[in-house]
């Protein structure tokens, strides 16, 4: 089955303790990116890759990393979270020559920081 | 000014009713448009692409006007199913995503 994978679904941490979201996908698609979803503000990209070893900043990079060291995987870093990073984050991808600019989600990971 | 705007509703009609949602956006450089479709805590799919000419999808009709950079969502003869929060998505360039706020949209029996 064609997914988006994402991990955890839902995690409670403290100011300041390092996470990682992961994200892997299974259509060998070479666009990924991360999204945070708040109230009142839609979805605002946070960075995004067009492949391995490529990767780029969406509207709201700070305090957030990401790597892409392998087609499926595009791991989301707090390396020092903070409360304002309480979000639900949704990690997506796409094939790159698609003409439907569809993306696929995954089913989203609900931080909170304490 | 938000980038992508919308009428962040609710929305509560009839099954049945006729019900058009609108969407602005501010780039005049933006290149393709979307609507996508998010259920309460679940993650969005897309309804559908929205090209020049306008389409439409069985109950769902997309028109774009690049001129007033407006775009617009008609559903007809609503149906419970349809209750979710619309979102209109817009691509400036390359895989620049920007998605509006939403519409929630609530269908009642």
């Known amino acids: 089955e064609a997914q988006v994978t994402q991990n955890p679904r839902y995690l409670i941490t403290v100011t300041g303790k390092k996470l990682t979201v992961t994200c892997s996908q299974n259509?060998?698609?070479?666009?990924m990116s991360w999204y945070r979803q708040d109230p009142g503000l839609g979805l605002r990209q946070i960075y995004y890759?067009?492949?391995?070893?490529?990767?780029d900043k969406g509207d709201v990079p700070e305090g957030y990393k990401v790597s892409r060291k392998e087609k499926r995987n595009f791991p989301l870093i707090l390396e020092s979270p903070s409360p304002n990073q309480t979000s639900l984050y949704f990690c997506?991808?796409?094939?790159?020559?698609?003409?439907?600019?569809?993306?696929?989600f995954g089913e989203g990971s609900r931080l909170t920081v304490l | 000014r938000k980038e992508v705007e919308q009428d962040p509703g609710p929305f509560n009609v009839p099954e049945g009713a006729t019900v058009a949602f609108n969407c602005t956006y501010s780039?005049?450089?933006?290149?393709?448009f979307f609507w996508y479709r998010q259920d309460c805590r679940k993650e969005p799919k897309l309804l559908m692409s929205?090209?020049?000419s306008g389409n439409e999808d069985g109950r769902f009709t997309a028109q774009l006007n690049r001129a007033s950079q407006y775009i617009s969502l008609l559903i007809r003869d609503s149906k419970l199913s349809d209750s979710a929060t619309y979102l209109c998505?817009?691509?400036?360039?390359?895989?620049?995503?920007?998605f509006g706020p939403g519409t929630r949209l609530s269908v009642l029996p």
């Open positions: 997506a991808s796409m094939h790159a020559g698609s003409n439907t600019g569809e993306l696929f």
């Open positions: 259509m060998n698609h070479e666009y």
């Open positions: 890759s067009m492949n391995v070893e490529v990767t």
């Open positions: 780039n005049s450089a933006s290149q393709s």
């Open positions: 929205v090209y020049s």
């Open positions: 998505v817009v691509n400036n360039y390359g895989q620049n995503f920007v």
